[in-house]
């Protein structure tokens, strides 16, 4: 008896969580896309080509912290493209709307593992 309490318990791990193929950010003030205001945004899951497509990668990874930040200029042309509207739309987005969809983003490039 006293054997079987000295083992130490299986660690239980989280469930992977299952990456979405769209996000959908509500947007608190509306912007303009294609001449057209709109209250939401509509990101697709990005592909290497839109990876490869961009200067530098759309987040920041600190290993020694485990901080996960966006690069903002990265991660504002990648905001353009998922979401299929032009960079003047994501230069309108208030800093509070920007902040939520960039940070609901960086779960796209976060490595598996």
């Known amino acids: 008896m006293a054997e079987a309490a000295a083992r130490p318990k299986a660690v239980e791990t989280a469930p992977k969580e299952e990456i ?3 996000i959908v950010v509500k947007l608190q003030k509306a912007v ?3 001449g057209e205001p709109i209250k939401e945004l509509t990101f697709r899951r990005p592909t290497g080509g839109d ?6 990668w759309p987040i920041t990874i600190d290993y020694n912290t485990g901080r996960v930040s966006p690069n903002p200029a990265m991660m504002g042309q990648m905001m353009g493209v998922l979401a299929g509207v032009p960079p003047s739309t994501i230069r309108q987005i208030e800093a ?3 902040s939520t969809c960039a940070h609901r983003l960086m779960g796209f490039f976060v490595p598996q593992g």
């Open 20 to 22: 979405p193929n769209t």
């Open 32 to 34: 303009q896309a294609h």
């Open 51 to 56: 990876l490869m497509a961009l200067p530098d």
């Open 96 to 98: 509070q709307d920007w």
